[in-house]
């Protein structure tokens, strides 16, 4: 065993001390920082009376940004927040495009122009009993 | 007279060759000129701005349209929050060009640099505080970056804007960010900075027995070219907060919608370009942290200049950080006029 003097054996438990209290510290505030105050976002959006969306028609909703499509097969919508880094799309001709960095989707939410790597989120659609339509983010 | 810490940065004389303007570019100086404008501009936007999601742009608003002098005050802490970007680029190329890094200036290099960041981020978090339409998609696809960030990204973007929605919820931690949280950080490691210039030994010059010049600049002299400076860029700013208004658009209510700004604010068009390649992760955050860790390491591991050749312009001892840095700067102004293609 080797001797430890008194005075590094001090000097041993001060930096000891004061690199541990710092790490607690350290870790105190980031989870301090790291708490979310706010609510979730909303995931649930009740759009109205299913009247209002036709047998055939297409429409573009602003809040939540998505497609709402009623076929002969029911409601179907498609998210329009680009999955590249979420900017909200805009219609074209033949499909969507991101105007923050030039994604493009077509009508299907597949990708035909990068950087966008991934396909655009199918929203899930439920008629309420009172004939709403209700879209779901997640 | 007791020596202040303004004797500490004035001595009675300087090496004269190294104190002309075509040596500095004055651009130090005109940093601290800045952030001094900034620091007092922003507290008086302080009096009147009100971070809270629903109000933020219509405080922004009063004091633009209302306060008297209200929008003169806005326009010079935003034209001085440009010019300082601009200013303190043109100090980091002035200390790559004229070798000025070299030991015994390498850490004061670093703390320079980590000022560069630091006014960075306070200029994009106080474009954010406008609150207006124009911020939001910037704001998203920023703070959507910081998710792309393995393992840890979630984390940081939390810690940056308290998570949910960006332009929902960012303001009060941004603010925070930019008064307290970017400020406070600023001014001590500029004080530092400055400190650490004169320890090192003043600006950069070849030691004594290999100077050319053996001029010496009194001090009243510095500090009589130092107010002249200050008045010209002080002429500037009047002109430009005169003339040419801060931008500001219609309050943000709700999601902004598609037609809003989706341009990146200046200084970040090159990584909005680059975003547009490919991998979110690889363009817009490990390309320019790469650069960024290039730039730190070339006092480190970049050919050590010669002695005779510090502080002398484009010398050949340290041309490969000539090149390299030339070469970056290059790339991020030819991305940026990218954006400017349709």
Redesign the interface.
Known sequence: MTDLSRRDFLKLARAGFLWISSGLALGGL?RF?????????KTEFDLGPTGQFPLGSHTVL??P?AILFHTKSGFSALSLTCT???????QTADGFTC????SHFDADGNVTH??A?QSLRKLQVQITAENHVIVYLD | MRPSFFHHLHPPTIPAAQARWRHTLSAGGTAVFLMLILGVTGVLEMFYYIPNPEEAALSVQTITYHVPFGGFIRNLHYWSAQLLLIVSAIHLLRVVFTAAYASPRRFNYLLGLGLFILAIMLDFTGYILRWDVDICWPLTTGTNLLKTIPFIGNFFFRIAVGGGEACETALLRLYTWHIFGLTIPLVIIGIWHAFRVRRDGGIAVPPPALRSDKARLPRNELVRREVLMLFIVGILLILLSTFVPAPIAPAMIGKPSPDAETRAPWFFLWVQQMLKWGDPFIFGVLIPFGILVILALIPYIFPKPADSDIGTWFPKSNRLAQIVVSIIALIVIMLTLMTFIP
Do not use: M
């Open positions: 980031f920082l790291d708490y979310e105050p706010n609510p979730a976002p602003f809040d940004p590249h880094l979420g900017c909200t799309l805009e105007p923050c960095h030039a990068g950087p790597s």
